[in-house]
């Protein structure tokens, strides 16, 4: 085994990014190639199929299946109001008249003399999507999608939860060791990205969302508090669908972490800016990381460095991800050829990382430390 598997964690101020944003189902796309777009613009359309509604006719007209296609008032593909009546019966030598109506709004999708049933395809359900971030339209793809590039800053945090959004950049904490409290937050940030110091309360979390706050940036955040704030147990599924009304993107990980000098210079540094953020993370295979993008001005002149990972090598600023030395940082001072046997009896290949805080040279798993590519 010639190297070991070192995953990149990117924390750089100027870089270039393409994102691909694609509908779910194929629509219209509504920009042009070159176009400059702003992160809530719409750059492309669709519409959803809405939900089938299945209604027994045979059962509400006491009739056999196969009469219900004689029955019906509505043919397929036929239009319905909520209401209306779809099917009808004359009973008891005409003196009487059985009706079936329609649940819900939508059109005939199918009748059925087998079962009986008729299915109703609920109105369709618009979809737009956003470009996400501010840049430049550099591709079309027909009737899916575009590609849009930035230049601009990009933060890679450790885990996070919860949708897209954008807001203006708002430091709270004025150091990177700071707790951020509910005392902290007020109305002023609706709408806003709000950065924290090592850790947030449970209750700064709710007093966000009740603020309507966009987005919390945090070293740290506690298990038991992620716990309460989603109602389960997360595991191993892909963050970033829940629906709690706030984008959190934890930078360090879980634990009172004060957040990285560099993450948080970098933040401050762009207080007052708009960024994008997104909670999505996996961190199993694929692994998907939150982000935080503040674009910048792209012009030709842009650095033009995409963000692309390198390898580990001497004089890397790493970020150890497993005890006893769980989120300290350090740098990669020398790299072991030769195989170290472990506590667990596995052979494995090392890296000696001299810590930040206290200058003390340790030997960790080369899969135990996380590169800040910066």
């Known amino acids: 085994m010639g ?6 964690l990117k924390v750089t101020e100027m870089t270039v990014l ?13 920009v042009k190639k070159d176009q400059q777009v702003a992160a809530q613009d719409v750059v492309a359309r ?13 059962n509400v007209l006491s009739c056999l299946p196969e009469d219900v296609p004689g029955l019906m008032k509505k043919k397929k593909e036929d239009k319905v109001e909520k ?6 019966m004359k009973t008891f030598f005409g003196l009487f008249t059985s009706l079936c109506k329609a649940p819900t709004s939508g059109h005939i999708e199918d009748i059925s003399a087998t079962t009986g049933q008729v299915y109703i395809r609920g109105k369709s359900i618009p979809v737009e999507l956003t470009a996400y971030i501010d840049g430049q339209v550099i591709d079309i793809f027909e009737n899916e999608g575009v590609r849009i590039r930035t230049a601009g800053t990009f933060i890679q945090g450790i885990f996070g939860i919860g949708p897209e959004a954008h807001g203006v950049i708002r430091m709270v904490a004025q150091k990177a060791d700071d707790v951020l409290t509910e005392a902290e937050i007020n109305e002023d940030m609706k709408g806003q ?73 970098l933040l401050k540094d762009n207080e007052g800016k708009r960024a994008s953020i997104n909670g999505a993370t996996q961190i199993r295979a694929g692994v998907i990381r939150p982000e935080i993008i503040i674009p910048k001005t792209f012009t030709q002149e842009s650095d033009t460095r995409e963000a692309k990972g390198g390898g580990l090598e001497q004089g890397s600023l790493v970020r150890i991800i497993r005890e006893p030395y769980f989120g300290s940082l350090g740098t990669a001072k020398e790299m072991p050829v030769k195989l170290r046997k ?31 590519e910066t």
Do not use: W
């Open 3 to 8: 190297e070991a598997y070192t995953p990149g």
């Open 18 to 30: 393409t994102k691909e944003r694609k509908l779910p189902l194929l629509g219209d796309v509504v």
């Open 46 to 58: 669709t519409e959803l199929p809405g939900p089938v509604t299945p209604v027994n006719v045979a």
């Open 83 to 88: 209401g209306e009546v779809i099917a009808s």
């Open 193 to 265: 990205i709000i950065v924290g110091g090592k850790l947030a309360t449970f209750e700064a979390i709710q007093k966000a969302i009740a603020c309507q706050v966009k987005g919390l940036v945090v070293g740290g955040f506690n298990d038991k508090d992620l716990r309460n704030l989603l109602g389960y147990d997360l595991g191993v599924a892909i963050t970033g669908k829940e629906n709690k009304g706030i984008t959190l993107v934890i930078t360090e990980g879980f634990g009172a972490i004060p957040m990285a000098d560099k993450t948080f210079g």
């Open 342 to 372: 472990m506590e667990s009896e596995t052979m494995v290949r090392t890296v000696i990382v001299t810590l930040k805080e206290t200058g003390e040279d340790v030997m960790v798993p080369r899969a135990n430390v996380e590169i800040i």
